[in-house]
């Protein structure tokens, strides 16, 4: 009869031993991470009903005191790109959720619900919460390749006249004397230049984020420039040829000729996999 070495039932035993401890951790990883799930926050109550605004109404967000989170006239594509935005002040681009039905973008509601207010302000993960018990959402999120705008630097020694580089010691400076306000750095209309965009000690993510709002698709910045900026895009035109409404003279097929002339940086076109938010399932809202 054949024996095995006492090292191979040592390390049979072993292998035993750090099996269970390695079972019994991941049970109890599972048994916390359900539990940090049930434990996420909800609303207590909400209520969903067909807006009562009329054509023409504003939609309206807002958190109100005593833990109230009221929307009035919005659609559920709306309220989704706040609940599953890419960062605290940038909101999901409408064309980033894909796959959804007509209503989804078209319906219109008034939605008011409570919330323990001792909890923190995010309302996002409530928001989720809602749109799947509610509106039996599923998604998930997948690459599709999409048309893209690539930011390059023109000349790589120079800055546009409407780029300037500042200090993160500058930058706390105008934060304080500011009070913490936002400040904007948009040309005069005086100037007969019309105002695209511009704000003071702002990263380039942050130039881009604003570009992608204004484009309706992503921006890649390769312009590998780092630090804080003054950036101001701003573009000549005739003013009078919209004398009662200056947002009829926008030209957004011109704010690609606006950036390289303002900040010496270049927009061209490309393809590249783009993350987007895909409806699996929707339904109308069930009754309150």
């Given at each position: 009869m054949l024996h095995e070495p006492r090292a191979c039932h040592r390390s049979r035993r072993l292998s035993s031993s750090l099996v269970g401890v390695l079972l019994t951790f991941l049970g109890a990883f599972g048994t916390a991470v359900i539990a940090a799930q049930s434990?996420?926050?909800v609303f207590a109550v909400a209520s969903i009903k067909p807006t009562a605004a009329g054509d023409g109404a504003p939609s309206m967000t807002n958190i109100l005191p005593g833990g109230i989170f009221r929307a009035s006239?919005?659609?559920?594509?709306?309220?989704?790109?706040?609940?599953?935005?890419?960062?605290?002040?940038?909101?999901?681009?409408?064309?980033?959720?894909?796959d959804a039905p007509a209503w989804v973008r078209q319906d219109r509601y008034d939605i008011e619900a409570r919330f323990d207010?001792?909890?923190?302000?995010?309302?996002?993960?409530m928001l989720r919460r809602l749109f799947e018990d509610r509106f039996k959402l599923s998604t998930r999120t997948e690459m599709r390749e999409r048309q893209v705008y690539f930011l390059r630097s023109r000349h790589r020694d120079s800055l546009g006249p409407g780029?300037?580089?500042?200090?993160?010691?500058?930058?706390?400076?105008?934060?304080?004397?500011?009070?913490?306000?936002p400040?904007?750095?948009?040309?005069?209309?005086?100037?007969?230049?019309?105002?695209?965009?511009?704000?003071?000690?702002?990263?380039?993510?942050?130039v881009t984020a604003e570009l992608e709002q204004r484009l309706g698709t992503d921006v890649i910045d390769e312009t590998g420039l780092t630090g804080?900026?003054?950036?101001?895009?701003?573009?000549?035109?005739?003013?009078?040829?919209?004398?009662d409404n200056a947002l009829q003279a926008y030209d957004f097929a011109l704010l690609p000729a606006a950036v390289?002339?303002?900040?010496g940086l270049t927009l061209t076109t490309g393809r590249r996999p783009v993350s987007v938010l895909v409806i699996e399932s929707v339904s109308h809202p069930t009754p309150n």
């Open positions: 434990a996420a926050p006239n919005v659609t559920l594509e709306g309220l989704m790109q706040f609940a599953y935005r890419r960062s605290p002040m940038v909101p999901l681009r409408a064309d980033l959720i894909v207010a001792t909890l923190p302000g995010d309302t996002t993960p780029l300037r580089q500042r200090s993160e010691a500058d930058c706390e400076k105008s934060r304080a004397d500011s009070g913490g306000r400040t904007s750095l948009l040309p005069s209309r005086l100037t007969g230049e019309l105002p695209w965009l511009g704000r003071p000690c702002a990263s380039m993510a942050d804080r900026f003054d950036y101001r895009i701003s573009y000549p035109i005739d003013l009078s040829a919209a004398p390289d002339r303002s900040l």
